[in-house]
């Protein structure tokens, strides 16, 4: 089963707009316990943390996007959303969706490329 799915992903412009969904294969019950974040890799590069939104919601931003990007989940349909203003083109990557069960139990999705490019 496919625990982690994203979406979203595409070519924009510098200084245009995404926004990423990640479904979560989880109750909504289930997923309200669930820390989620979402994370990038750009090619010869390690994977950086982009923004982490906890079951009780406290958001932690990579240095790099804080300002431009905001992160939020909707337990309702166990999904979180990663919104990404003024993009750049150091913003190009793929961006991975993480799920962090309270029994330590961590899932990744397959990730979803994101382009910035004029």
Same mark, same amino acid.
């Given at each position: 089963? $496919?625990q $982690? =799915? *994203?979406?979203g992903?595409?070519? $924009?412009? /510098?200084?245009?707009? &995404?926004?990423?969904?990640?479904?979560?294969?989880e109750? %909504? &019950?289930?997923?309200?316990?669930?820390?989620?974040?979402?994370?990038?890799q %750009?090619p010869?590069?390690?994977? *950086? &943390? =982009? %923004?982490r939104?906890t079951d009780?919601?406290?958001?932690?931003y990579?240095? %790099? $996007?804080?300002?431009r990007f905001?992160?939020?989940r909707?337990n309702?349909k166990?999904?979180?959303?990663?919104?990404m203003?003024?993009? *750049? /083109?150091?913003?190009?990557?793929v961006?991975?969706?993480k799920? *962090?069960r309270?029994?330590?139990?961590?899932?990744?999705?397959?990730?979803?490329?994101?382009?910035?490019?004029s």
């Open positions: 089963q $496919v $982690v =799915v *994203e979406s992903g595409g070519e $924009v412009q /510098p200084g245009g707009s &995404l926004r990423l969904s990640c479904s979560a294969s109750s %909504a &019950l289930y997923f309200s316990v669930v820390t989620m974040g979402w994370y990038r %750009a010869g590069k390690e994977r *950086e &943390l =982009v %923004a939104i009780g919601g406290l958001i932690e990579g240095d %790099a $996007v804080k300002g905001t992160v939020s909707d309702t166990s999904t979180i959303y990663l919104q203003n003024n993009l *750049e /083109p150091s913003d190009t990557a961006y991975y969706c799920k *962090e309270p029994s330590g139990q961590i899932f990744w999705g397959q990730g979803t490329q994101v382009t910035v490019t």
